[in-house]
């Protein structure tokens, strides 16, 4: 799995309990925490449903494209818990019950590992376990992709597992880093030549423009620049010397990637 591993990460985050606003997610911000302290850096996330043709179709989808991808929920025991079934029909493969997976739950569970709860280690035929700390009812992989539970305090320390068995030789923690400024009385269209000009100059970083504005302090812009080191800073230092000859003044914002604040935002 290593040697041929993608470099981008996506999330599948599912759950109908999340579309109607019984749940509110939080695995993908805690995906990007986690890819960001290895640097690393999310490409795609996307939320649905359990309804199974779009579970099927998606997964299709997905085990097509060129991304490790990270599944949250739908792998329980409940009627409503999907993802291993349609996981399998995207596959083509059939459920087949995992030995390991069924060795640590009959351990976890002792006389009560009965039928309901053995449906949780019948994975894809070919699929590898991945093991939970929390209660050991494991989650699996098959290819790049990896399907843990829907509870945070389980599939947490599940993604962090398989990122530091299968991608650690991807990891460079500190490689991407973000910095941004404000710039206070600015509107977003007068950054446009100012924006156009250093996305042409260092095509490798992504410089951003977020407009804002409100009654007390009026229009202003926060431009953005994220990537590797030494590149951001020196786009950013001519980033505000433009800004300094268009009469423009800025304030630095601490970015959470810097050595002074230690996470993974910028605020």
């Given amino acids: 799995m290593t040697e041929t591993a993608p470099s981008r990460f996506g999330a599948l985050i599912i759950g109908d309990e999340l579309l109607t606003g019984r749940r509110r997610d939080r ?67 059939p459920l087949a019950r995992h030995p390991e997976a069924e060795a640590a739950l009959r351990e976890q569970f002792g006389e009560q590992a009965n039928g309901q709860r053995l449906r949780m ?4 035929a070919g699929a590898a376990m991945i093991p939970n700390p929390v209660n050991r ?3 699996f992989s098959y290819a790049h992709h990896h399907f843990v539970p829907g509870f945070p305090s389980m599939a947490w320390p599940m993604i962090e597992w398989v990122l ?28 446009i030549p100012l924006l156009e ?12 423009c977020l407009p804002g504005s409100s009654p007390q302090a009026g229009h202003e812009v926060e431009l953005g620049v994220r ?41």
Avoid: N
């Avoid at 280690?121 to 894809?124: L, Q, S, T």
């Avoid at 000009?197 to 951003?208: D, G, K, N, Q, V």
């Fill in 121 to 124: 280690v019948e994975f894809p």
């Fill in 27 to 93: 695995h993908m911000a805690a995906v990007i925490e986690r890819l960001e302290a290895r640097g690393l850096e999310l490409y795609w996330a996307r939320l649905i449903g359990d309804d199974p043709r779009l579970l099927v179709r998606t997964l299709r989808e997905t085990f097509a494209g060129e991304e490790v991808v990270f599944s949250f929920g739908g792998i329980g025991a409940t009627p409503d818990d999907r993802t291993r079934q349609c996981c399998a029909e995207a596959l083509g493969l």
């Fill in 197 to 208: 000009r250093f996305t042409a100059a260092y095509p490798e970083l992504r410089i951003s």
């Fill in 164 to 191: 530091d068995t299968h991608y650690a030789h991807l990891q460079q923690p500190g490689r991407t880093v973000q910095r941004a400024v404000r710039v206070p009385g600015a509107r977003e269209g007068a950054m």
């Fill in 137 to 139: 009812v494991a989650g």
């Fill in 227 to 267: 990537g590797s080191g030494p590149r951001v800073t020196e786009a950013l230092q001519g980033i505000t010397a433009a800004l300094e000859e268009g009469g423009y003044t800025w304030q630095a914002l601490v970015s959470a990637t810097s050595p002074e604040s230690g996470g993974p935002t910028v605020s």
